[in-house]
């Protein structure tokens, strides 16, 4: 079994991440996969936690 390494868990990650799941490899066991991300939470730049503003005015 070979192993697979995904740097980040934002868009472009998860979207590797995707096509590894889906591919036959993984789903026949050949491939493993393991996904690095430095924060707690997936989402890279685009990840916003809901305490950061606490009004929508605060966005404009």
Avoid: D, N
């Amino acid at each position: 079994m070979q192993t697979i390494g995904i740097i980040g868990a934002g868009p472009s990650g998860l979207a590797a991440l995707k096509v590894v799941l889906e591919s036959a490899q993984f789903k026949a066991g050949k491939w493993a996969v393991v996904v690095f991300e430095a924060r707690e939470t997936v989402g890279g730049v685009w990840y916003v936690p809901l305490t950061a503003v606490s009004s929508p005015a605060e966005c404009l």
